[in-house]
């Protein structure tokens, strides 16, 4: 999957990258096509999967955007050394200015060029849990433009362990910035499907990796502050890092107007369905349907997620049972809030999760889902 010789002189980012003379106007074409439905490309078999990567390659280098399936959720992905090509990714998005955009790296080497110092505590922490669902967020190099890092002096990094994007940045050989292949604060997309239904009409290519595996974002840690601190929680908790690297502050939740400044994408209503979300815990049928009927809703224009206290469907718009394992919990979630918005459901009230360490980022994106 490297890029061949060929390949890499047609890349000005990858010149760039090289530190090789950057490239003459008008070699990057700049981004995607909005009108044009997407190609949805299969990966499912090796000469799909060749296919596909060298396809998504050939756009990214010619400066398109594209959605690439990673553990966590999908990303539109553009040439992170690239100023135009992010500048593409804000405006499918619709995200603000002032939002980094975390870089995705093939592996160590990568990620130290994209950074002005790589810590004792990046390595270690690289070796516990790349490639995987963990950003450092450290000092940034020269060579990421402020495109990235919205103006700021910092830079998210993460090494994907998706097969997919991991290809796709092998054959490029430049990193890819990626933030969560949705419209700004919607829910994040974990099959090509969600993604083409919010963003299909504004770019040329997703690939098709299956439903992502983790189903949520990366927890984002901020390595230039002392102790390290969550920006973000995800699957991988703050107990799993202090274990690596001792003392780590936790995250924003709670707080989220404090947050803005340190990470801007940590606004209070976030990751949400166009339904009006709330966490219930109930005891049983009769509780459950007296607590909603106190939120002056109509009990079929509820959607249920459950994974625990089944009540019976009886009534409701729809009643889902996903299981009581964090793992799979935040694998399911997003997939059942997108088919609740499908759906039409006016309410989606969410079986209130366990209050342990495996739950935390469960809980923040459910609280961020219901904010108002
Ligand atoms: O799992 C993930 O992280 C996914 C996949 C595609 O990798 N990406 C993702 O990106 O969730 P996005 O842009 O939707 O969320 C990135 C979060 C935002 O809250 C942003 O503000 C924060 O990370 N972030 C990025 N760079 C940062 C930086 N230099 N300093 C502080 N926060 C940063
Ligand atoms: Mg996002």
Redesign the pocket.
Known sequence: MNATKDETVRSPAFRRFRGQPAPTPGSSSGGGTPGTAAEVLPAHTPALFRSAVRQAADLLRAGQVVALP?E?????AANALDAEAVARIYEIKG?PAH????V?VAGLEMARRCVATWPPSADKLAAAFWPG?L?L?LP?SKEIPDAV??G?T???V?C?SHPIIQAVIRECGFPLA?????PSNRI?PTTAEHVRKQLGGKIRCIVDGGPSQ?G???T?L?LTAEPPRV??P?MIHEGALAAVIGAVRGDARGAPGGETL?????LRRHYAPRAKLVVLSWRDDADLKSQISNLKSQISDCHLIAHSRVPSPKGFGRVSLIPHDPEAFARALYAELHRCDEEGAGWIVVEAPPETPEWTAIQDRLKRAGAT
Request: aromatic share 2%; no cysteine.
């Open positions: 990673t966590t959720v999908y990303g539109l995200r939002n980094p955009i975390i995705h669902p950003t967020v940034r890092t919205a700021g910092t830079v998210g993460r994907p990626a933030p969560s292949a949705n994040s983790v949520i974002e990366s984002v901020d920006l973000r995800g340190r990470s801007p994408g940590l």
